[in-house]
């Protein structure tokens, strides 16, 4: 396992935190506050604010700014705070990440950008002027599936090679052989963490670091044990725990994400509102599906719901 030195105050196991919407639509800091506590408390190394999971592309810039601030303010050094800054404008995502720098964030996660479908040349002058304009570590977010451009490994690793503070990956591809271009020949210290739940352990197998995870929000203890058996050489107790929580990794994602999280940790007792339109509501038949695959997690929430 690389050091990730380019990002040394992140670990392995990072939650794409969900943002709380109170009755008026408003963005409620204080159950954020709860809900980051929470998740330090279960295990996460690291939290990322106003990600796709925490629907910053429904958040105005005042908004994902007090969320970081917010977030840092409650977990201090007991996590990385992440902000989430891409966007399809190089000027903005150069502003918002200046912004969340100013605020306390530890790192950025900068999405490759979406709607354009930039050229591999246009990705590396975008990621290279964000990377000039900030000294925070930068994790490049790629995910194909949502921007409709692939960030292929040559130009990953070629900005990785231009700018120190392009500290790693959050790569969603769902592409096991571009895992594994990264992975043999990424510098030392660059960080890769897998985008998807499901791959969170084949990633592993071939040299991967950690994830940055829908599913924590419930299942943080059983990633984070799966983690460490895979590191003790324990590869028989990681994969039973990866199989035994595959269900509930497949509700999760049974459509749009982050609709059946957010509808999952409401249930679980926290004060999260829907999420923001154009997302819809979690389909009757997915909430039927998912319900009795939360009955292990309302425990070890009961004692945080209860504090609010």
């Known amino acids: 396992m690389t050091t990730l030195s380019r990002a040394p105050k992140l670990g392995p196991l990072m939650t794409a935190m969900l943002t709380p919407f109170g009755p008026s639509g408003a963005v409620d800091l204080d159950e954020a506050r709860r809900l980051a506590r929470f998740l330090v408390d279960e295990g996460n190394h690291g939290l990322i604010v106003s990600g796709t999971t925490g629907e910053g592309a429904a958040l105005s810039d005042h908004e994902q700014l007090a969320l970081i601030e917010a977030v840092k303010s409650e977990v201090g050094e007991r996590a990385g705070v992440v902000a989430g800054t891409g966007s399809n404008n190089t000027r903005h995502a150069i502003e918002s990440t200046r912004k969340a720098e100013a605020a306390g964030a530890d790192a950025a996660l900068v999405v490759v950008p979406y709607y ?4 591999q040349d246009g990705m590396l002058a975008h990621y290279g002027a964000i990377a000039g304009a900030t000294s925070l570590p930068i994790i490049v977010y790629n995910i194909p599936s949502r921007t409709g451009a692939n960030m292929l490994p040559a130009t990953l690793l070629e900005l990785a090679r231009r700018h120190r503070n392009i500290a790693g990956v959050k790569e969603s591809s769902g592409d096991c052989a571009q895992f594994s271009t990264i992975l043999r020949d990424r510098p030392e210290g660059f960080g890769f963490w897998c985008g998807d739940d499901y791959l969170f352990l084949p990633s592993l197998a071939i040299g991967g670091d950690g994830v940055i995870s829908v599913a924590a929000h419930v299942c943080a203890r059983e990633l984070r044990d799966m983690l460490e058996a895979h590191e003790a050489g324990d590869v028989a107790v990681a994969a039973e725990i990866h199989l ?7 509700a999760l994602f049974a459509t749009t994400s982050p609709i059946p999280v957010k509808w999952a940790m409401n249930e679980l007792g926290f004060a999260l509102g829907p999420c923001r339109t154009p997302l819809g509501a979690l389909p009757e038949d997915i909430a039927r ?16 719901s209860a504090l609010r």
Do not use: C, F, N
């Not at 035994?244 to 497949?250: D, K, V």
């Open 116 to 119: 354009t479908k930039p050229t």
């Open 244 to 250: 035994r929580i595959s269900p509930l990794l497949a």
């Open 289 to 304: 599906r998912l319900l009795p695959l939360l009955d292990p997690y309302r425990e070890r929430a009961a004692a945080t």
